[in-house]
């Protein structure tokens, strides 16, 4: 009973959808106030009804309802509970069920936050974003509908969850990569709203702007999970792979970082409207087919799910409606785009809009990268692979661009500077950066690499600019040193904290990409291996059973100059119901390093196959991530600035109410 319940409550979730679409949105044009009224309440119960619905697929999980198709797929009896929950999200049709969800989500923290807003501004935002919800939960209740029976043929204990998707990994990154990829879809609704009012002012970019922030810092958080997931998961000891749902969920995120730097020169100086626009589109598009490549079927990936053609058709039309509509719209209204001041060839607002340009054209890079060997294929041609060779050689060059604007963009004043006054400050930090680099690779002790070196030097400018003038505005203050950290906002702190996170995820990369150690072994119990300054002794191997898989686990012990470090316990679980067989690696996680440890196949003479690693700085590459999120989080505390959009919203309902009158 509970899944034709909710069955049901999809069904009526596309109905909330379709009175949030179009009553709000003719309300809107027609000015009519009882009908765009109806937006928030709509929204409300569109997300009352898919959270029932999840819960309803939640329940069906932890009960063992097998007659489910879904759950019989991804189920069994022996899996733990944690996992069992997991599950809901852990296939196609229960998935895309947590993305209608969070989308229900986002429109309903909107409907609740946009209060403020002038009624007519907050119907359209809320019209457009129940336009999108009509598109997902369509998909959602005709092609992947997660209540299927599976009647009266059912199996008694199920089937079983994917193994490398029974992991922790699952519980957090689906809903974190999910969070940050709809959240997108607010900044394209307040786009798309301010182009159907043709009012796409400060106040607008604003409004938009604590949405993308916040979806901003969970899309990182989710690709730092992802991340971390698949390097001690898959076994391979890489943490990106340049594989093409990674690049998805990147794409996004680039073109959501450069939306998000847009916004604030929009805000602050009304100029970039067109650009500012054009981004919010594309980062939701991005969003969009990276869900196409994921769910479609035409690409093979660890991190794909198994869907049909059919879906893939139905998200493509949903693509080209979205993006061709949105591109419509934004010709027509090309006029209510112009700047309203100008600015200077040395301005903040033009290394801004360098920065800009530099994560677009990455962008770019990435998104041909993914779709070429797609586009070979479909035309053809044969098929093609594009991999790490490519994506490093043209993503290193503008990576270091990228930290070189970075480093002089705070320097420079709104509107206009006098660059001959920087000359002393930037020679500076140029002398500063590049002795503190070759001390860094001095101390490491991993010799000399000039790539390295130009990177970590990079990494020491941009630091040192924005804490030397972090130290600048505590000590023009004049208040005591802990007085004026206070003084400032927590919007420049976050900013400065999200910069340096970035520095920490750069110098990461570079480290670990450089002097990593990687080496394939044969080992039997007694023997020891060398990597770097460690010492790896195998001490052979024994079978322990786990809830619903048998395990062989071999014991290293790994010293350093004599001393025992730590002992790493890999695995090779075979699971009982699909009989698959995983690795689970060992690893001892360290500030400066990573000790990974990767059990291999069994050898005819008794000895294992064994991979071991030796990875410098690993951690830094998620920790700045976080570092990042935890930036632009401090950012959207700042009160002030939630102060100034009440503020706007006043003004702009009051301006809208005397051109009524």
């Known amino acids: 009973m509970i899944p034709e319940i909710g069955h049901f409550a999809i069904v009526m979730a596309l109905v909330m959808a379709l009175i949030q679409a179009i009553l709000p949105l003719t309300g809107a044009a027609l000015l009519n106030e009882r009908w765009m009224a109806v937006a928030r309440p709509a929204a409300y119960g569109q997300f009352g009804f898919l959270l029932f619905a999840f819960l309803g697929l939640t329940y069906a999980f932890v009960s063992n309802d097998f007659t489910v198709a879904y759950v019989a797929n991804n189920s069994n009896t022996l899996l733990p509970l944690g996992y069992k929950i997991s599950a809901v999200w852990g296939g196609h049709e229960g998935s895309l069920l947590l993305w209608a969800l969070v989308l229900a989500g986002w429109t309903a923290a909107v409907a609740y936050w946009s209060q403020p807003l002038p009624q007519v501004i907050s119907a359209r935002v809320l019209g457009v974003m129940g336009l999108i919800a009509i598109g997902f939960v369509s998909f959602l209740l005709f ?37 940050g990829y709809v959240g997108f879809s607010v900044a394209f609704a307040f786009a798309i709203a301010g182009l159907l009012g043709g009012r796409l002012d400060s106040a607008w970019a604003r409004w938009s702007r604590p949405w993308t922030t916040v979806a901003w810092c969970f899309l990182t958080i989710g690709i730092a999970l992802g991340s971390w997931w698949a390097y001690y998961e898959l076994g391979w000891g890489g943490w990106w792979f340049w594989d093409p749902v990674e690049n998805a969920s990147f794409m996004p995120w680039l073109a959501g970082t450069a939306l998000m730097h847009s916004l604030a020169v ?125 994506f490093n050689t ?36 140029l002398v500063i950066s590049l002795l503190l680099a070759a001390l860094a690779l001095w101390l490491v002790d991993a010799g000399w690499n000039w790539l390295v070196f130009l990177a970590l030097g990079l990494c020491v400018w ?27 906002s927590r919007s420049y702190w976050g900013m400065v904290i999200a910069h340096l996170g970035m520095v920490v995820t750069v110098a990461g990369i570079t480290m670990t990409s450089t002097y990593d150690v990687e080496r394939d072994v044969r080992m039997a119990a007694g023997d020891v291996v060398q990597i770097g300054p460690y010492q790896f002794a195998f001490a052979g191997v024994e079978v322990v059973r786990g809830p619903n898989f048998n395990s062989t686990q071999a014991t290293v ?105």
């Open 143 to 179: 092609t992947s509908n997660p209540f299927d029976r599976l009647l009266p043929d059912f199996p008694p204990d199920g089937g079983d969850l994917n193994p490398l998707l029974q992991d922790f990994g699952l519980i957090v990154h689906p809903p974190m990569l999910y969070m």
């Open 266 to 390: 929009t805000e602050k100086r009304g100029v970039f409207k067109a650009w500012t626009v054009l981004l919010a589109i594309l980062a939701f598009s991005l969003s969009l087919l990276g869900t196409f490549l994921v769910r479609s079927g035409v690409l093979t990936s660890v991190h794909a799910f198994a869907a049909d053609p059919e879906r893939g058709y139905f998200i493509l039309v949903f693509l080209v409606m979205v993006v061709g509509g949105s591109l419509l719209l934004f010709m027509i209204r090309a006029q209510a785009l112009k700047s309203e001041s100008r600015f200077d060839l040395y301005s903040r607002e033009m290394f801004l809009l360098l920065n800009n340009i530099v994560l677009i054209c990455a962008t770019g890079l990435v998104l041909a990268g993914t779709l070429y060997p797609i586009l070979f294929d479909v035309l053809g041609w044969g098929k093609i692979s594009v991999g790490p060779p490519y």
């Open 394 to 429: 043209v993503f290193v060059p503008i990576s270091l661009l990228l930290m070189l604007f970075t480093g002089i963009g705070p320097l420079v004043n709104w509107k206009r500077h006098q660059m001959a006054l920087l000359r002393r400050t930037l020679l500076q930090a």
């Open 462 to 488: 941009v630091s040192w600019i924005m804490l030397s003038e972090t130290f600048k505005k505590i000590r023009s203050a004049k208040a005591g040193f802990l007085a004026g950290m206070l003084r400032l």
């Open 557 to 661: 012990n790994v010293t350093l100059d004599g001393q025992h470090i730590t002992t790493l316990v890999p695995e090779k679980r075979q699971y009982l119901v699909r009989r698959d067989v995983m690795t689970e690696a060992a690893i001892d996680p360290g500030f400066t390093r990573d000790l990974y440890v990767a059990l291999g196949e069994p050898l005819p003479d008794g000895s294992w196959a064994v991979r071991v690693y030796y990875k410098p700085f690993m951690r830094w590459v998620w920790g700045g991530g976080m570092i990042m999120a935890l930036g632009g989080f401090i950012a959207l505390s700042d009160r002030r600035y939630r102060l100034k959009i009440r503020q706007s919203a006043t003004a702009m309902a009051g301006a809208l109410a005397g051109g009524k009158a």
